[in-house]
């Protein structure tokens, strides 16, 4: 059995080889990778109801679907836990030189899942509500929704900067790229610029696959997220209204209205790995 200091020394001299970057392979890869997530954010969710946006007399806050007639949390406060599960990446580029050093030009494709535990509530289920009318704090509204995870599915451009040396088999990089996001929360999805921060190290195993691991820095610019939230308590239907009309809620009739959600801005880090398959070389 191999010891786990000769895999250490194994893995050091693979490292300090003499294999020369000079000689790296040019032309168009693919690449794929895995991206462990391990710090998500969301910014403060607000909200506006029509065009308007909501004010501490709204009380727009956040509660199980069970108990949509409680206080609940505040929305502004709300916090939920970001685990990650799962991300993952393709990627279609280009490998060249450029003043002694090498980079990479890439489109890529990445899926991302973020498991959300909704803290201090029982389920992902839950009811946003607020007053529309601080004079009558008894017409309350709310919309249900379920908040679960988050998912981006993301097309981003890409290049990168590789430091070469003609002493060891591996280059550290640099790379930033921009896009959009397609990004599916509270069950509703929309469209979203996106950009990232990648650094780290490429290891080059032989003349057509590399392999690389470093830090990347993943965020969406925030939208609103429009909702339809009907007012609470004991309803009944109408057969004879006009749909297209605005009820008036001392009508008895079911009355529905547009509430947005939105965030300025999510972000997850982490490190990814992965590795390159080059299609053709040159010396």
Do not use: C
Request: no cysteine; proline share 2%.
């Amino acid at each position: 059995m191999i010891s786990k200091k000769t895999l250490a020394v194994t893995a050091l001299a693979l490292l300090l080889s003499q294999q020369s970057f000079a000689s790296e392979t040019e032309g168009f890869y693919f690449g794929s990778g895995y991206y462990g997530q391990y710090l998500n954010y969301t910014g403060e969710l607000k909200a506006k109801i029509g065009d308007t946006a909501a004010t501490a007399t709204n009380n727009v806050s956040v509660n199980d679907r069970s108990a949509q007639n409680t206080e609940g949390q505040s929305l502004s406060k709300y916090k939920g836990d970001y685990n990650p599960p799962f991300a993952a990446n393709v990627a279609l580029g280009y490998t060249g030189e450029l003043n002694g050093n090498s980079y990479r030009a890439e489109l890529e494709g990445m899926y991302s899942s973020v498991k959300v535990d909704n803290i201090g509530l029982t389920s992902g289920q839950m009811t946003i509500s607020y007053t529309k009318d601080k004079t009558r704090p008894e017409e309350s509204y709310g919309a249900i929704v379920n908040h679960d995870q988050i998912e981006n599915i993301s097309v981003m451009a890409n290049v990168y900067h590789h430091w070469k040396s003609d002493r060891f088999s591996f280059s550290p990089y640099v790379g930033v790229g921009v896009g959009a996001t397609r990004m599916t929360m509270f069950e509703k999805s929309s469209i979203r610029p996106a950009g990232q921060l990648k650094a780290g190290l490429d290891y080059r195993i032989n003349e057509d696959v590399n392999m690389h691991i470093g830090y990347r820095g993943f965020g969406a610019i925030g939208s609103d997220i429009k909702l339809t939230a009907k007012r609470l308590g004991q309803v009944v239907d109408d057969p004879n209204n006009d749909k297209k009309k605005k009820l008036n809620p001392s009508s008895g009739s079911k009355v529905t209205e547009e509430i947005n959600i939105g965030n300025q801005l999510f972000h997850t880090h982490g490190i990814e790995a992965g590795l390159t398959f080059h299609f053709a070389s040159k010396a």
